[in-house]
């Protein structure tokens, strides 16, 4: 690549923000009793370093699950030991069973953050470069936009720098599960999307896409011949890298047992705090929670979530192809996160990572679909004390799309890819014309309602009656797009390969 | 929607370059800031509380008011905004005061001056005439110019972090080296006048000012061989430029002098009392001849040339020491700084005065005015190399030979800025930014003169990779190991004598290119 140095100029511009924002405030910083994610992160270090792995997920007199019990897959854990026996030999008391609960200081928060950049480092931004790389038919200079702008999301890095968490190493694997897919490596794809997996098992979001793409795969290429030997060794890779990540938990039953428990508690009810989600915007009109039983929501949801995205998912099966992956991959994360059962409001980014992968192709879209989703995490950013640094990433973010793919010259019904559904529906409805308006009319009132209701949220003060009025309207608003993003996603895969079978046609 | 285009710049890539910058700058609020934030807090609070009477003599604080009257106004002018952030940093007696809307406040006074500075990086991309090659927009003079000065590692570092009010006194400077080079001499001039009366650390350059007004506008015209036409002298272009500068001295000092406090004015804006360095040797010529007093005296006390009884203890080993004392090699006084310095300087102005060659040419003697001032100034701070920097940076994206010594300069200058910043968090920021800077200049002005001879040789390469190790050693090896307590001076030494002979041979080379340079009228010849 003769552009090489533009693309370490971008690496270094998406490091060099990621640090600066991780020299802000994170989460529980200094509110005792429970502090935040940063403490539980600090915690598991505590507990797998201290504690036997037989022990690690079981409530005992060392480990007190009530007090950020560790409930993320094996992968996490192994990676705070490791983290663990970076801090025994910096600092012992970091780390002190029991002594160190809700340590605090300058030096660890140091060593914490650069944990997470070390992570990112290796896993999610090569994954990143590599990807925009092998993209086909733009110019390297687009490539290079392209990951510029991909790397400045500022979801990612609010989450990971500011309020402490580790999304980058999930997906990354997750981002290095789709470019071994999409480029026919498929074992090593399979591979690391595993390890995704058992990073967090929030990436389960991203199974069905890639479960039907592989099958997919098989089934074209006849399951009686070469088909079914790759099916027979995506089965075993994937096989053999759980039983590897699971090793310690499959000696006794209890163990894996226990660790699925803590992994998916289904009785933490249908969500918590205030998501963007459907049933948290539901609540405002009718409390879903207190009137149905626990069991009833639990079907509830997942028919939902089933039904909206069989289609998508079952079209991938019959046309297996690279872009319509990654169009269900957003489409499917959009609605296991609208729909599903115990949704976190920081999912989102498990969306947002795929949408980022279609930036170039339908810049208008992704763009405004990253914006709401940074939006949607207002309420935490303000709980973090993260305003500044969130509201500077955002723009930076939106200049570099602005100027990288100029979104708003691009907003023709072609460039949407909406021009085979607009055809189709003119067949019926022929003044079927101001699609194209009409998609940017609502751009301009999503962006407007977001600004004035962050303005809202931080100068005034809620009333009394209602404490969380701003949170709830900033869910709500999220989530009315969401919707209308979770259509027009699917009307994109449904209408795709008409248009692609016209274009054949054609030619 | 066409409108919101048009606001939001699509395609215009010098806002997006701007915006980008002040973003980050937002983002960098947070950082570590240095005893200058206390320093212009205390300004602050002096000239809102006290009258005029009273800036220069007021004394509670150490850090006195010690920049032109016109700094002095700019913080009045500032105190203004700053009552309805917070008023108790507005109270002289509230020493080391920094409250978060303190903070706010101070940085985004920064950020907010430093409009001036790419309004002036505006006009001066419009005076770059740049050779026409690549149709990229990336690989245009214009465009890798403003990157170079917009995105400057030193500027952000210093005012941004370190904290400093160098963003919009640069942008003053630039915009009046624009006003020169779009020939609107008597603006350039008052500019520069004003500039002179907020920070006069800029009479460095001063001289090639000077001389340069006085010969390429007060003179008309050239004979054809490009030596002066004594009677095209003008003297309404003379008296003017004189009433300019008048103007603007009277309206800055005039109110001390009818206070009949001038000398105690300058008494505060020329403090001889400071040592030939400061606490870190600024990397000049200085500190090779600190540094070979070392050395030597190291040799001597090992071959017993030298009584270690004679040999002042605290030369040895800290650099703190603001008297540093010579034990070979003769003292420095400040005279004899002043000397060499006028030395140094006197060739490029000769050079400016028989060989014009257009705003090109005083451009290049302003900055070795600049970096001569560098070389050889009394008490001179690692700041001030900046002062060379950024006006080469408008040669460096014309020429490859000017190319190749703003690269060794800019990259070793930097570097030295290395030590402003100490603490842990902002090692990252700091190794981040000057890469970004350094892999962008070298990697866009290589390709911009790719179709030349290599901007580097082998030796200027292996310097320049040097660098890494250095760092290396310094901010990761030395403080595990035992000199730590041994030598805690030790990288510091080690950084700015490294850096020092990378500024003094880009110094040497920018002289020796400037001098052998034929004048304009040959080169049209040719």
Redesign the interface.
């Known amino acids: 690549m003769e552009k090489w140095?533009?693309m370490?100029?971008v690496v270094?511009?998406g490091?060099?923000?990621r640090?600066?924002?991780s020299?802000?405030s994170y989460s529980g910083a200094g509110k005792p009793p429970m502090f935040g994610d940063y403490e539980a992160q600090r915690h598991w270090q505590e507990i797998t370093f201290n504690l036997p792995v037989k022990q690690w997920y079981f409530n005992s007199s060392d480990n007190n699950l009530q007090y950020w019990g560790l409930d993320y897959p094996p992968l996490t854990a192994y990676h705070s030991l490791l983290c663990a026996y970076v801090a025994k030999f910096i600092n012992p008391d970091w780390i002190a069973l029991h002594t160190s609960r809700g340590y605090e200081s300058?030096?660890h928060k140091?060593f914490m953050r650069t944990t997470v950049?070390i992570a990112d480092l290796l896993i999610y931004i090569p994954a990143v470069v590599l990807y925009c790389c092998c993209l086909k038919d733009i110019s390297t200079?687009k490539k290079i936009a392209n990951a510029l702008c991909i790397l400045l999301y500022p979801g990612l890095i609010l989450i990971d720098y500011g309020h402490f968490q580790y999304n980058s190493v999930s997906l990354g694997f997750a981002l290095w599960g789709v470019l071994g897919v999409s480029c026919d490596w498929d074992l090593l794809g399979s591979l690391a999307f595993c390890l995704a997996i058992n990073y967090k098992q929030m990436e389960l979001y991203h199974s069905l896409p890639f479960f039907c793409f592989l099958l997919g795969k098989c089934f074209k290429k006849g399951l009686k011949g070469k088909g079914f030997v790759l099916l027979v060794k995506l089965a075993c890779t994937v096989v053999a890298s759980f039983v590897l990540c699971w090793l310690p938990f499959f000696t006794e039953r209890e163990q894996t047992l226990q660790v699925l428990r803590r992994l998916f508690p289904v009785d933490r009810g249908l969500f918590e705090d205030k998501v963007a989600n459907i049933w948290c915007s539901f609540n405002v009109f009718l409390k879903i929670r207190d009137i149905l039983p626990r069991h009833i929501q639990l079907i509830m949801s997942f028919c939902f979530t089933f039904l909206s995205l069989l289609p998508a998912c079952i079209k991938l099966i019959l046309q297996p192809s690279s872009k319509g992956f990654k169009f269900t991959l957003v489409s499917c994360a959009l609605s296991f996160f609208l729909f599903s059962f115990q949704v976190h409001e920081k999912s989102i980014l498990l969306v947002s990572l795929p949408v980022c992968l279609v930036l170039s192709e339908i810049p208008f879209m992704s763009t405004w679909f990253l914006l709401v989703s940074t939006f949607s995490l207002l309420p935490l950013l303000l709980k973090d004390e993260l305003l500044?640094?969130s509201v500077?990433?955002t723009?930076?973010f939106f200049?570099?799309c602005?100027?990288s793919f100029?979104i708003?010259?691009k907003?023709s019904e072609e460039e949407l890819q909406l021009k085979s559904f607009s055809i189709s529906v003119r067949k019926y409805l022929p003044c079927f014309t101001f699609l194209s308006r009409m998609i940017?009319y609502l751009f301009?009132i999503s962006v407007i309602t977001m600004v004035l209701l962050t303005l809202m949220t931080v100068t005034l003060d809620p009333p009394q009656k209602l404490p969380d009025l701003f949170s709830v309207l900033v869910c709500f608003v999220s989530c009315l797009n969401f919707l209308f993003f979770l259509v027009y996603f699917n009307i994109i895969i449904m209408w795709d390969s008409k248009s692609g079978r016209n274009q054949k046609k054609i030619s | 929607m066409a409108a919101f285009t048009i606001a939001a710049g699509t395609g215009n890539w010098f806002s997006a370059l701007a915006l980008g910058v002040t973003l980050l700058k937002c983002l960098l609020i947070p950082t570590y800031h240095s005893t200058d934030f206390e320093v212009h807090r205390n300004w602050l609070a002096i000239t809102h509380s006290l009258p005029i009477s009273q800036w220069y003599y007021e004394a509670t604080s150490e850090w006195t008011l010690d920049y032109p009257p016109f700094f002095a106004w700019f913080e009045y002018i500032l105190s203004h905004v700053a009552k309805y952030f917070d008023q108790e940093m507005l109270n002289v007696r509230n020493l080391n005061y920094s409250s978060s809307r303190t903070l706010l406040f101070q940085r985004f006074s920064v950020i907010f001056m430093d409009v001036l500075f790419v309004y002036a990086v505006h006009e001066c991309c419009k005076c770059i005439d740049g050779k026409k090659v690549g149709k990229e927009l990336t690989e245009k003079p214009k465009f890798i110019l403003s990157v170079l000065l917009l995105w400057n590692f030193g500027l952000l570092i210093v005012d941004h972090i370190h904290f400093q009010y160098n963003g919009f006194l640069f942008g003053l400077m630039l915009l009046s080296i624009a006003r020169l080079f779009q020939k609107r001499h008597m603006e350039g001039a008052f500019l520069f006048a004003v500039l002179l009366h907020f920070k006069h650390i800029y009479l460095y350059v001063a001289p090639a000012y000077g001389v340069y007004l006085l010969r390429s506008y007060c003179f008309t015209a050239n004979k054809p061989d490009g030596s002066i036409r004594w009677n095209s002298f003008s003297f309404v272009r003379v008296i003017s430029l004189g009433l300019v500068v008048f103007l603007v001295s009277a309206l800055s000092l005039g109110p001390f002098l009818a206070l009949n406090q001038l000398p105690q004015v300058f008494s505060r804006l020329f403090p001889f009392k400071r040592g030939l360095c400061h606490a870190y040797w600024a990397p000049n010529f200085w500190a090779l001849y600190n540094a070979l007093d070392k050395v030597l005296s190291v040799i001597g006390l090992k071959l017993k040339f030298l009584d270690p009884n004679n040999i002042p203890k605290a030369s040895m080993t800290s650099g703190l020491v603001q008297q540093f004392q010579h034990t070979v090699l003769p003292s420095v006084t400040p005279l004899a700084t002043l000397i060499c310095t006028l030395i140094a300087i006197l060739p490029s102005i000769f050079c400016l005065w028989f060989k014009p060659q257009g705003p090109r040419g005083f451009l290049r003697c302003l900055t070795l005015c600049a970096l001569s001032s560098f070389m050889f100034g009394w008490h001179v701070h690692e700041k001030a190399i900046l002062l060379a920097i950024l006006p080469m940076s408008l040669l460096s994206v014309q020429k490859a030979g000017d190319a190749s010594i703003f690269l060794i300069l800019t990259t070793t200058g930097h570097y030295s800025l290395f030590p402003l910043l100490f603490t842990a968090p902002e090692l990252p920021i700091k190794i981040l930014l000057m890469l970004l800077f350094t892999i962008y200049s070298i990697s866009s002005l290589k390709t911009l003169f790719r179709k030349e001879k290599p901007l580097f040789n082998w030796m200027e390469t292996f310097y320049l990779l040097g660098l890494g190790p250095l760092e290396v050693c310094c901010e990761f090896v030395f403080p595990f190991t035992s000199w730590k307590v041994k030598y805690p001076f030790l990288p510091l030494l080690l950084t700015s004598v490294y850096c020092a002979v990378g500024i003094t041979y880009a110094w040497f080379k920018l002289y020796v290119s400037v001098l052998i340079d034929p004048p304009v009228g040959k080169t049209k010849k040719q």
């Open positions: 140095y533009l370490t100029i270094l511009i490091l060099t923000v640090w600066t924002v020299l802000n300058q030096a140091l950049l200079k500044m640094p500077v990433t723009m930076a200049i570099a602005v100027t100029s708003f010259e907003t940017q301009l």
